[in-house]
C-alpha cells in the first residue's frame, strides 16, 4: 500500500495526526491497535471539555471515527519492522503488509515498568494505577502507597498528600533528587524502606504485604517505576532515541531525520492525553506540510 503520512500508533496522538494531516488532504494511514492504548481503559477525568469522567476507549472510538470521516484509512495492526528508504519509508505491519509512505509519524506511546508481584494485574483498575497525576482525584480522603525509587515516586507521593488522608511511599534505594524528596517527607508522607511482595484484594484494593511479612492496610496503589518506550521502530527508521528510550523532536515535532515526526508519550512527559492530543496536531500538519513540499 503506498500512502504520504503512515502514523504508527492509535492513541490519542496518533488519532489527532491523523485527522490534522487528512484535512490537509494528504492520504493518511493510520496503523496500531487501540486497544493497547495507554488511554484504553483509563477514566479521563482532567481533559478540556469533557465534564466528569469519561471511558477513555469511547474517546479513541469517536477519534477514530472522526479520522475516518476525513479520509484516514486505518489498519489496526502492529508494525514490527520498519525502514528508511531514501526519499521514502517502508513499514511491515504483523501480517506481511508493506506500507510505503513519503513521511511516518511515531505514535507508540511508552510501556510501564511493571513491579511483577501478585495482584499487580488482576487489580489493575481496581485501586492499582500507574500514574498518579491521572487517578490522584479518584483518592480523595482514602490511604494509598506509592511504590518507586525515583524522582516520580517522590513527585506522586507529595502530589498524592494533597487528596489522599494518609500516603506511604515505600522504596528500596532512593534515587530521587534531595529536593523533592524533603518535599516529600515534610509534606507528611510516610516512608517505608521494604519491598511490596503482594497486593491483596478481590473486587479492589486492600492491602500490601511487605518483605517481612507485614501488611499495611491500603485503598489504592501507585506502581512508579518509570517507563519503557517502544523507540525499536524508531531505531528502524534511524531515529536515535535518548537514553531513556524516548524521541527529541523539534518545534513542529520533526526528528532529526527528514519525514519522519514524533508525537505523544514516546517524545517524553507529562503522560497526559491533553500534551498527546497538542502534539499529534502540531506533528500531523507538519508532516502533510513535508510531503506537499516534496511535490513541488
Ligand atoms: C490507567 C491510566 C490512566 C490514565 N489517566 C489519564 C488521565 O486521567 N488523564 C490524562 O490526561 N492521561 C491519562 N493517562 C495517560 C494517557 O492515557 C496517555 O498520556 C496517552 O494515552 C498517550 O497517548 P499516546 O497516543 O502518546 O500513546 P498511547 O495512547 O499509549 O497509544 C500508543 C499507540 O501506539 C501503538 N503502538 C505501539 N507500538 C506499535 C507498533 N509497533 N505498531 C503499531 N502500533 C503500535 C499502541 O498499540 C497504541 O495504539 C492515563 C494512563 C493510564 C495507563
Keep these: ?24 488532504k494528504v492520504s493518511v494511514v493510520l496503523i496500531g491497535k487501540p486497544g493497547n492504548s495507554a488511554m484504553y481503559g483509563a477514566r479521563i477525568e482532567n481533559y478540556f471539555g469533557i465534564p466528569g469522567a469519561m471511558n477513555g476507549d469511547m474517546i479513541l472510538k469517536n477519534g477514530m ?50 513491579l ?41 507521593a507529595e502530589l498524592m498528600t494533597r487528596y489522599a488522608s494518609k500516603v506511604y511511599w515505600v522504596y528500596r534505594t532512593i534515587n530521587a533528587s534531595q529536593n523533592v524528596v524533603v518535599k516529600a517527607s515534610n509534606a507528611g508522607v510516610e516512608m517505608i524502606n521494604s519491598d511490596v511482595k503482594s497486593i491483596i ?26 517507563a519503557k518506550s517502544s523507540a525499536d521502530i524508531a531505531m528502524d527508521l534511524d531515529v536515535i532515541p535518548r537514553t531513556d528510550d524516548t524521541i527529541k523532536v523539534d518545534d513542529g515535532c520533526a526528528t532529526d531525520v527528514p519525514g519522519v ?17 497538542g502534539q499529534g496536531c502540531v506533528a500531523g500538519t507538519s508532516a502533510a506540510e513535508y510531503v506537499k513540499g516534496l511535490q513541488q
Design 201 to 226: 484484594g478481590s473486587e479492589k484494593v486492600e492491602s500490601v504485604i511487605l518483605e517481612d511479612g507485614s501488611t499495611i492496610q491500603t485503598d489504592g496503589v501507585f506502581i512508579e517505576l518509570g
Design 1 to 24: 500500500m503506498d500512502c504520504d503520512v503512515a502514523i504508527i500508533g492509535c492513541g490519542p496522538a496518533g488519532i489527532q495526526a491523523a485527522i490534522h494531516a487528512a484535512r490537509r
Design 116 to 156: 511483577n508481584v501478585p495482584g499487580e494485574k488482576t487489580l489493575y483498575g481496581k485501586g492499582v494505577s500507574f500514574c498518579a497525576v491521572c487517578d490522584c482525584g479518584f483518592y480523595r480522603g482514602k490511604t494509598v502507597l506509592i511504590i518507586g525509587d525515583e524522582t516520580e515516586a517522590a513527585v506522586s
Design 65 to 114: 471515527s472522526q479520522a475516518k470521516i476525513f479520509g484516514c484509512k486505518i489498519l489496526e495492526k502492529n508494525i514490527i519492522s520498519a525502514s528508511n528508504e531514501g526519499p521514502s519509508f517502508m513499514l511491515t505491519t504483523e501480517d506481511d503488509e508493506d506500507i510505503h509512505a513519503k513521511s511516518v509519524i511515531i505514535a507508540t506511546g511508552i510501556s510501564r515498568k511493571e
Design 261 to 277: 515526526f514524533a508525537c505523544g508519550d514516546v517524545t517524553g512527559k507529562p503522560w497526559q492525553v491533553a500534551r498527546a492530543v
